[in-house]
């Protein structure tokens, strides 16, 4: 018997300081490097967080302001050329985590004037009078709900 057949582990045993052999990576190798996503970020961020798709043609369209004022070399603005939207939300997934708004209103329900608004029961509101009006409303403040707006 061959002696490295000799030196594999039976069945339900593990063999001792095994280690597998390293893999090379298959496939396409990485058009998109480190080093365009953090260009990519810096972007992202300039252009007010963008998805990839209002993001891809921004940066098409002022790919040679973008190079004069972040100073991007030539293969840098050839990717931003090329780079997809999907691409783009892919290298800015985690990124994006970050600054997701969860959660946010400052619109409360409020109890005082719960009894004093009347709740239609069977269509007995005359909505074709003038002066008639729903309202709701809703914050446009972003992150912070202080200041004026």
Not at 6 to 26: C, D, F, I, N, V
Not at 61 to 69: I, K, P, R, T, W
Not at 111 to 134: A, H, M, N, Y
Request: aromatic fraction near 10%; charged fraction near 30%; include cysteine.
């Amino acid at each position: 018997m061959r002696e490295d057949l000799q030196a594999l582990p039976k069945s339900g045993q593990e063999r001792k300081g095994y280690k597998a052999p390293k893999s090379k990576k298959t496939g396409r190798p990485e058009k998109y490097h480190k080093d365009f996503a953090a260009v990519l970020l810096r972007l992202w961020e300039f252009f007010g967080f963008q998805c990839g798709k209002l993001l891809a043609p921004l940066l098409k369209g002022m790919a040679g302001f973008l190079v004069q004022e972040f100073n991007l070399s030539e293969e840098i603005r050839a990717l931003l050329l090329s780079v997809s939207p999907a691409t783009i939300d892919r290298k800015i997934r985690n990124q994006k985590k970050r600054y997701r708004l969860k959660g946010m209103h400052t619109t409360k329900p409020g109890t005082l004037l719960k009894s004093q608004i009347p709740i239609r029961v069977c269509f007995d509101r005359d909505e074709k009078r003038p002066g008639f009006f729903e309202l709701d409303t809703v914050s446009h403040c972003g992150a912070n709900a202080k200041g004026q707006f």
